[in-house]
């Protein structure tokens, strides 16, 4: 068993004492470790709903079986499932959910919020993802595909959907930290947080004075840093510090995300992220 099957749950809800809307039917399918379904469950656990999990074995591609792609044709996880009826994409999950119950409200008021909200969301789906990607798949999923031989891993990377995907895993799994994607993404990870601090300079949370969409998105990708133990890239950005610090003690992302963290896999995961320090830090001291 890989490592990050192993101690992997199977089932994760919201709390009983947490679940108001006890009669609603929500399924979500989820990975511990995908940023974009942690997202979702950080929504969901805000607005205190009650779901159910089914996790999806990434790392031997069940997202590629044809009884998830009719779900999900793009082949990814999260797919949430309400009343019977598949939504896709992590964002418009999240906008799903806002629009479906609206209390709390984690939308800003004003349409120029809401505009920016929707900035944040939109650079988080095209670059700050997949920069995260090209940071975690090498450290958490190739070495299970690099366990299969040659033909099983090509012949499961050919059946990713979308061309872009598939022929960055193809580099990544043949590379690892060293595929050409790895200092781009440690760039877009760095102009993010520069991002971050001018905001945050200006007010608490991403889009204002209340947290909201926008900081239920960005939080995973903070997660991912700090499975790894690479805080040490927030040292000169005290403000987004600051708002990764109130973010994690908030009980939805304790509840939603860091529940799912055992101390071992937190263990394995900090030995795994120091090991590739040396060469996230040639590339940040290279920028
Ligand atoms: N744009 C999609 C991205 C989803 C995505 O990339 N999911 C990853 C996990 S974080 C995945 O399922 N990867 C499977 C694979 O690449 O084979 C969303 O926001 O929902």
Not at 144 to 153: A, C, H, I, S
Not at 186 to 198: A, F, N
Request: include cysteine; hydrophobic fraction near 40%; charged fraction near 25%.
């Amino acid at each position: 068993m890989g490592i990050l099957t192993a101690n992997l749950p199977t089932y994760t809800s919201a709390t009983e004492s947490n679940i108001e809307e006890e009669f609603i039917v929500i399924t979500l399918y989820t990975h511990t470790m995908s940023p974009c379904a942690q997202k979702v469950r950080i929504v969901l656990a805000e607005k205190s709903l009650g779901w159910e999990a089914h996790s999806i074995d990434l790392q031997n591609k069940e997202n590629l079986e044809p009884w998830y792609l009719a779900l999900n044709p793009l082949g990814v996880v999260p797919t949430l499932v309400h009343e019977d009826r598949p939504i896709i994409e992590s964002s418009i999950i999240c906008e799903y959910l806002e629009d479906s119950f609206p209390q709390p409200s984690l939308r800003p008021v004003s349409p120029l919020a809401t505009a920016r909200m929707r900035f944040w969301l939109k650079h988080i789906d095209i670059k700050l993802h997949p920069s995260c990607g090209a940071l975690q798949w090498p450290l958490v999923m190739r070495p299970t595909l690099l366990k299969k031989t040659e033909e099983e891993q090509q012949r499961l990377i050919d059946q990713i959907p979308e061309e872009p995907r598939r022929e960055r895993q193809r580099r990544l799994l043949a590379l690892g930290l060293e595929a050409p994607d790895v200092v781009g993404s440690v760039k877009v990870y760095r102009d993010t947080i520069q991002k971050m601090e001018e905001a945050l300079l200006k007010q608490s949370w991403l889009t204002g004075d209340q947290f909201g969409l926008a900081d239920c998105a960005m939080s995973p990708y903070f997660q991912t840093l700090d499975q790894f133990g690479w805080l040490e890239i927030l040292n000169d950005y005290p403000s987004v510090d600051d708002w990764f610090v109130r973010v994690r003690s908030r009980e939805s992302f304790q509840h939603a995300v860091a529940a799912d963290f055992s101390p071992t896999l937190l263990n394995q995961l900090k030995r795994i992220g120091a090991d590739a320090w040396p060469v996230i830090e040639r590339h940040l001291n290279n920028l």
